[in-house]
């Protein structure tokens, strides 16, 4: 029971409405380059670089599926989607012990990268839209830069939502 309220299961919830509900307040009416940037993937993406593949894994789901009751997609397509990001993202975090911010943002990129172009492909294996166009050579790297981006503003709140503490650096003793 203690491990309910000390895990990130009661942040996730509270920070995942609050990223949900500027992704279709904010960005969803102002588009760049007529894509709509994905606030919650970016969030998503860097929750995984500050803390893990797993812990990637655990926001990309938790956070698609409240994409998924919010919106008109398929149960589980964007659960989907940005749990294949947030892996990504802290696969990548494995091969540094505590990355900086602009590797984070590397790991960011990467991550929303894969976690968009996760979308249409999972969209057209469910048979929700047609097959995969051109507009996805301008949607993939508009989103994966712009979550690269907010990665150094969202690397913070990612971290506390999963419960990540920074790791401490001590000199050893002889």
């Known amino acids: 029971m203690r491990a309910f309220f000390v895990g990130p299961f009661l942040r996730l919830l ?3 409405l609050l990223a949900l509900s500027i992704q279709r307040v904010v960005f969803a009416h102002h588009p760049v380059h007529d894509v709509k940037l994905q606030f ?3 969030l998503v993406v860097a929750a995984g670089a500050g803390g893990g593949a797993d812990r990637g894994a655990v926001a990309g789901f938790a956070l698609g599926l409240m994409y998924d009751f ?3 997609t398929p149960l589980g397509l964007m659960a989907l989607a940005y749990g294949l990001g947030g892996i990504v993202a802290g696969y990548l975090h494995s091969f540094t012990p505590d990355p900086q911010w602009w ?6 990129v990467l991550g929303a990268g894969v976690g968009e172009l996760a979308v249409p ?3 057209t294996i469910t048979g929700e839209s047609g097959w995969i166009t051109r507009d996805i050579f301008v949607q993939v790297p508009v989103v994966a830069l712009a979550a690269g981006l907010l990665c150094p503003l969202l690397l913070p709140v990612g971290r506390w939502m999963m419960g990540v503490k920074r790791k401490k650096w001590k000199a050893m003793t002889e």
């Open 70 to 72: 919010s919106g008109n």
């Open 103 to 108: 590797l984070a943002s590397i790991f960011a």
């Open 40 to 42: 919650v993937l970016a």
């Open 121 to 123: 492909v999972a969209e």
């Open 14 to 16: 509270p920070v995942g």
